[in-house]
């Protein structure tokens, strides 16, 4: 066999790099919202059930979810960009 198909590998990261940047962003993304969604849940889930209330803290923790995630996410962004901005300066 050559050199030239030995090294040939499954994915060329270099050809697509970009776009695996860009994909890895968005499943980041998406994962801290519903991360932190889902653990705003089960505190507003458990609250419920050791309180007695019918669905009162699991409204107020799914609601506290999305806008912790929207935080979180938003604050990835901006690190993201400002590390992006850093690295066009330089």
């Known amino acids: 066999m050559s050199d030239d198909k ?3 590998s499954f994915f060329n990261y270099d050809k697509h790099r970009d ?3 860009n994909f890895a962003l968005m499943m980041q993304i998406g994962l801290t919202m519903a991360g932190s969604i889902i653990f705003c849940f089960f505190i ?3 609250l419920d059930r050791w ?3 019918r669905g ?3 409204m107020i923790g799914i609601l ?3 806008a912790g995630g929207g935080v979180t996410v938003y604050r990835q ?3 993201m960009l400002k590390d ?3 690295d066009e300066d330089e």
């Open 51 to 53: 309180l007695g209330t």
């Open 19 to 21: 776009w695996t940047e």
């Open 6 to 8: 030995k090294k040939k």
């Open 77 to 79: 962004l901006q690190d």
């Open 64 to 66: 506290l979810g999305i």
């Open 44 to 46: 507003g889930l458990y």
């Open 84 to 86: 992006k901005h850093k």
């Open 56 to 58: 009162l803290f699991l």
